[in-house]
């Protein structure tokens, strides 16, 4: 099973950035980012796998998702944050390759980390 750590969260100003950090234990084919807000579903952020990098519109021209395949871990580069991306974050990571209509549901990951709260305040 792989370890998936994640670091990086904390408090904000909207406007301001964050970046997240996620590291793997085992071998990934599929890293990614989901996040769930109080009171809400888990829903996709974004996915790097293999050279594609998909995102949730409501990320688009905002947050960057990047991996250092030598360091085993992906990032997810937050900028322009809004109030409403406040959430707990959580990495996730499949050891396969995801077909592209997996990509945004959680059942495609088998693997996820502890989750790290990102709070933006107005």
């Known amino acids: 099973q792989v370890q998936l750590v994640e670091s990086g969260g904390g408090l904000a100003q909207a406007g301001g950035s964050l970046r997240l950090s996620c590291a793997a234990s085992?071998?990934?084919?599929?890293m990614g980012w989901f996040r769930q807000a109080p009171g809400k579903d888990r829903e996709f952020v974004a996915t790097?796998?293999?050279?594609?990098?998909y995102y949730a519109d409501s990320v688009k021209g905002r947050f960057t998702v990047s991996r250092d395949n030598a360091k085993n871990t992906v990032y997810l580069q937050m900028n322009s944050l809004k109030p409403e991306d406040t959430a707990v974050y959580y990495c996730?990571?499949?050891?396969?390759?995801?077909?592209?209509?997996?990509?945004?549901?959680?059942?495609?990951?088998?693997?996820w980390g502890q989750g790290t709260q990102v709070t933006v305040s107005s």
């Open positions: 790097w796998t293999y050279g594609n990098t």
């Open positions: 996730a990571a499949n050891t396969g390759r995801l077909s592209s209509d997996l990509i945004s549901f959680a059942r495609g990951y088998c693997c």
């Open positions: 085992g071998h990934t084919y599929t």
